[in-house]
């Protein structure tokens, strides 16, 4: 059974920096792409951040791009999203998402999202 479950949500001040992490299990980790999308509170799912564990690709949405990391730890197949300077419009449920590298490139991937989930965890930033 495909298993992925966030952790390291919370509350924090605008400018401050938060690490999720996403354990998965029930699958061969270096065969999927593994993904954070978010959905605030009125507003459509996105992709915020991908990587494909196959072959190290990674997509960013743009308005994250140079404040998020994404990375992969394939000793303890857990992928883990930094996440520094954060804003009040990054807040958000944050889902961890997964789904077999062969179904697409990473971008497409990150913007059509996954076959599996987890529940998510919450994101909030006061400004």
């Known amino acids: 059974e495909v298993q992925l479950v966030e952790s390291g949500g919370g509350l924090v001040q605008a400018g401050g920096s938060l690490r999720l992490s996403c354990a998965t299990s029930?699958?061969?980790?270096?065969?999927?792409?593994i993904g954070w999308f978010r959905q605030a509170p009125g507003k459509e799912r996105e992709g915020v951040s991908c990587?494909?564990?196959?072959?190290?690709?990674?997509y960013y949405l743009d308005s994250v791009k140079g404040r998020f990391t994404i990375s992969s730890d394939k000793s303890n197949n857990t992928v883990y999203l930094q996440m520094n300077s954060l804003k009040p419009e990054d807040t958000a449920v944050y889902y961890c998402?997964?789904?077999?590298?062969?179904?697409?490139?990473?971008?497409?991937?990150?913007?059509?999202?996954?076959?599996?989930w987890g529940k998510g965890t919450l994101v909030t930033v006061s400004s």
């Open positions: 990587i494909s564990n196959n072959d190290g690709s990674t």
């Open positions: 998402a997964g789904d077999p590298s062969y179904r697409g490139s990473t971008p497409f991937l990150c913007y059509f999202g996954m076959h599996d």
């Open positions: 029930g699958f061969t980790f270096d065969d999927y792409a």
